[in-house]
């Protein structure tokens, strides 16, 4: 049992995240509760006190990625008294119980729904030295009430909705997620404003179908109408939204994204497939037509838009005749990018079970001949931007090879990887600050831009990297237990009290 001794001292944690902007989102919300709760962030070479896996359930190698990584911890929380280790996301929402059956020295399971409960159900487990599993099966409370520590100075992504109402046969998510709950513009506009007094320049509204967003009250043209509500916001620069589901596309969100200054003309619309048989095993409610109609809208109005997708190769029953399909709707789509997918049976989704599972070597062969289809695209694509002068908000940790080329990095404004050379400017550019660069090269995954920039613009938020300082976002804790003396009442404004 933890003495009052022991409960009063700062213990560190470490929150380690796999899968998607959601669960990064879902990130900062644990580590805010977390600090909100007395713990500190623990410094990288540190063995923390409580390590968070926030899982992901997508992929068919979730599970072995899991219990390995809690494998090669046991002998590290052997060594260090006192050490609890968490797991929470979506692969935690599906195996629950499981999960400490397969390695009983994990002291806390929490689900999608109930991340507010992690703090108790550490402090419960640590002073009952036993494990705590708390699956709940619908959402506790909005996940953005809580507190949240953001990981950027000049980029924060904003949830308006969590959960989905669509039944994908290949996908776990709405099982895991629970269906679509959407919050209030005005609280999605609130935090929106926060940020930005933050000094952060560019939010992203998150959703698992954001142009859904609205079902809950009844308004099918509420998506359109928070992007415009964002291009009020004064300070904000850049808004981005992820992901739209190509069934609820509807042309006043295009609208929207043509007329709003600050709405980045990027979308990431998912195609999943070319082939309309697969899409309809898939249960995607639209067809590669109406799919290639949207993107045709789309650019008529934003010529400059980019975009990007995902796709799926393999999935049952696909024959070589849907793939080849697939490849021409690549080719008309024109796609800056595309994430690509083998397909990965999950148990408990009915694309499991499904007649016409395809070898491994055939799906391989055909995800080989998709990646070079997308990679020989997006680089013509890229190259026709060469001698164009791009605005790029300078980022942390997205050249992974800038200290060697000395470059820096950021994002243009429809989304493309830019590396640049700083020149007379190297020095004062930083993290969060504006430049305009002329690009000079083209790759297929990423822009140079060699020569001196255009310009270079210091930005508040560029201010609070230097200075430290991440936006924090406060929250409700809901009464949870905090770890140490609570903090001093704030001084009253005046003397009457």
Same mark, same amino acid.
């Given at each position: 049992?933890?003495?009052?001794?022991?409960?009063?001292?700062?213990?560190?944690?470490?929150?380690?995240?796999?899968?998607?902007?959601?669960?990064?989102?879902?990130?900062?919300r644990i580590s805010g509760l977390l600090e909100q709760a007395g713990y500190v962030r623990a410094a990288t070479s540190d063995d923390p006190d409580v390590v968070v896996f926030n899982t992901c359930a997508v992929r068919e190698n979730a599970d072995n990625r899991l219990y390995g990584n809690l494998g090669h911890l046991r002998p590290v929380k052997d060594k260090h008294p006192g050490m609890q280790i968490a797991v929470g996301g979506c692969l935690a929402q599906k195996d629950r119980g499981e999960i400490v059956r397969k390695a009983p020295w994990v002291d806390v399971v929490f689900g999608t729904h109930n991340i507010g409960s992690l703090p108790a159900l550490l402090e419960r487990a640590r002073h009952n030295a036993a494990a705590e599993v708390e699956i709940l099966e619908s959402l506790e409370v909005f996940p953005s009430t809580l507190p949240t520590r953001r990981e950027s100075t000049y980029a924060g992504w904003v949830s308006i909705s969590v959960g989905c109402n669509n039944t994908c046969t290949f996908c776990i998510?709405?099982?895991?997620?629970?269906?679509?709950?959407?919050?209030?513009?005005?609280?999605?506009?609130?935090?929106?404003?926060?940020?930005?007094?933050?000094?952060?320049?560019?939010?992203t509204l998150l959703g698992q179908n954001v142009n859904s967003y609205g079902v809950e009250f009844g308004d099918r043209l509420a998506f359109g109408k928070l992007l415009r509500a964002c291009g009020d916001v004064e300070g904000l620069e850049r808004v981005r939204f992820t992901s739209p589901h190509p069934r609820d596309f509807t042309e006043d969100v295009i609208a929207a994204m043509a007329e709003t200054p600050n709405v980045c003309?990027?979308?990431?619309?998912? %195609?999943?497939?070319?082939?309309?048989? *697969? /899409?309809? @095993?898939?249960?995607?409610?639209?067809?590669?037509?109406?799919?290639?109609?949207i993107i045709e809208k789309v650019r008529a109005a934003m010529p400059d838009a980019a975009i990007t997708t995902d796709i799926i190769v393999g999935f049952p029953g696909e024959t070589e005749a849907d793939f080849v399909?697939?490849?021409?709707?690549?080719r008309e789509a024109r796609f800056s990018s595309a994430f690509t997918f083998q397909y990965s049976k999950r148990p408990g989704t009915p694309a499991a079970t499904m007649d016409g599972q395809l070898p491994k070597q055939v799906v391989q062969e055909r995800y080989e001949r998709l990646i070079a289809t997308v990679e020989e695209i997006s680089w013509a694509?890229?190259?026709? %931007?060469?001698?164009?002068?791009?605005? *790029? /908000?300078? @980022?942390?940790?997205?050249?992974?090879k800038d200290q060697r080329t000395g470059r820096m990095s950021g994002r243009a404004r429809d989304g493309r990887l830019v590396h640049f050379d700083a020149g007379s400017y190297d020095g004062e550019v930083r993290p969060g600050d504006i430049v305009h660069a002329t690009v000079t090269y083209a790759a297929p995954h990423h822009l140079n831009a060699d020569d001196e920039p255009v310009s270079h613009r210091r930005t508040r938020a560029g201010d609070a990297y230097e200075a430290g300082v991440a936006p924090r976002t406060p929250g409700v804790l809901l009464g949870l237990p905090t770890l140490g003396a609570p903090p001093a009442a704030p001084a009253s404004a005046c003397g009457c009290d």
């Amino acid at each position: 049992m933890t003495t009052a001794a022991e409960s009063s001292l700062s213990r560190t944690y470490q929150v380690r995240t796999y899968g998607c902007q959601m669960n990064v989102h879902d990130s900062e919300r644990i580590s805010g509760l977390l600090e909100q709760a007395g713990y500190v962030r623990a410094a990288t070479s540190d063995d923390p006190d409580v390590v968070v896996f926030n899982t992901c359930a997508v992929r068919e190698n979730a599970d072995n990625r899991l219990y390995g990584n809690l494998g090669h911890l046991r002998p590290v929380k052997d060594k260090h008294p006192g050490m609890q280790i968490a797991v929470g996301g979506c692969l935690a929402q599906k195996d629950r119980g499981e999960i400490v059956r397969k390695a009983p020295w994990v002291d806390v399971v929490f689900g999608t729904h109930n991340i507010g409960s992690l703090p108790a159900l550490l402090e419960r487990a640590r002073h009952n030295a036993a494990a705590e599993v708390e699956i709940l099966e619908s959402l506790e409370v909005f996940p953005s009430t809580l507190p949240t520590r953001r990981e950027s100075t000049y980029a924060g992504w904003v949830s308006i909705s969590v959960g989905c109402n669509n039944t994908c046969t290949f996908c776990i998510v709405p099982s895991l997620r629970g269906t679509e709950k959407d919050r209030r513009p005005g609280d999605i506009l609130a935090e929106v404003r926060a940020l930005v007094a933050e000094g952060v320049l560019e939010v992203t509204l998150l959703g698992q179908n954001v142009n859904s967003y609205g079902v809950e009250f009844g308004d099918r043209l509420a998506f359109g109408k928070l992007l415009r509500a964002c291009g009020d916001v004064e300070g904000l620069e850049r808004v981005r939204f992820t992901s739209p589901h190509p069934r609820d596309f509807t042309e006043d969100v295009i609208a929207a994204m043509a007329e709003t200054p600050n709405v980045c003309h990027s979308l990431h619309m998912p %195609l999943q497939s070319g082939s309309d048989d *697969v /899409l309809r @095993a898939m249960r995607r409610s639209y067809r590669a037509d109406r799919y290639l109609g949207i993107i045709e809208k789309v650019r008529a109005a934003m010529p400059d838009a980019a975009i990007t997708t995902d796709i799926i190769v393999g999935f049952p029953g696909e024959t070589e005749a849907d793939f080849v399909r697939t490849l021409d709707v690549v080719r008309e789509a024109r796609f800056s990018s595309a994430f690509t997918f083998q397909y990965s049976k999950r148990p408990g989704t009915p694309a499991a079970t499904m007649d016409g599972q395809l070898p491994k070597q055939v799906v391989q062969e055909r995800y080989e001949r998709l990646i070079a289809t997308v990679e020989e695209i997006s680089w013509a694509e890229n190259k026709k %931007l060469v001698g164009e002068t791009v605005e *790029v /908000l300078v @980022a942390l940790g997205e050249g992974r090879k800038d200290q060697r080329t000395g470059r820096m990095s950021g994002r243009a404004r429809d989304g493309r990887l830019v590396h640049f050379d700083a020149g007379s400017y190297d020095g004062e550019v930083r993290p969060g600050d504006i430049v305009h660069a002329t690009v000079t090269y083209a790759a297929p995954h990423h822009l140079n831009a060699d020569d001196e920039p255009v310009s270079h613009r210091r930005t508040r938020a560029g201010d609070a990297y230097e200075a430290g300082v991440a936006p924090r976002t406060p929250g409700v804790l809901l009464g949870l237990p905090t770890l140490g003396a609570p903090p001093a009442a704030p001084a009253s404004a005046c003397g009457c009290d």
